[in-house]
């Protein structure tokens, strides 16, 4: 799951794995647990692979299927991480 969660943050937020965390919606301490070779959980490898779009075995197998994936990938990662578009109240 290291590789994958590593070719995740390079391919997509330029190496920072602190947004792909914040991404992904979960703990610091579990992304560098599985960056060192740590297991993730059954519910949490279906988060990770539902999130990228890919099965479930390609995350423990660190399959860098992210690839296929980076442009609707960024327009989501962009749409959820930007902040909301400012109210005109002057009307």
């Keep these: 799951m290291g590789e ?21 919606g979960i703990r610091h301490f579990s992304v560098f647990k599985w960056r060192y070779g740590s297991r993730a959980s059954l519910p949490i490898l279906t988060h990770v692979a539902s999130r990228f779009s890919c099965s479930i075995a390609d995350v423990p197998l660190g399959n860098k299927k992210v690839k296929n994936n980076v442009p609707k990938l960024r327009r989501e990662i962009h749409s959820k ?7 005109d109240f002057t009307n």
């Design 4 to 24: 994958f969660i590593q070719h995740a943050a390079k391919t997509l937020f330029h190496g920072r794995i602190t947004h792909l965390i914040h991404y992904l």
């Design 81 to 87: 991480l930007s902040p909301p578009a400012a109210v």
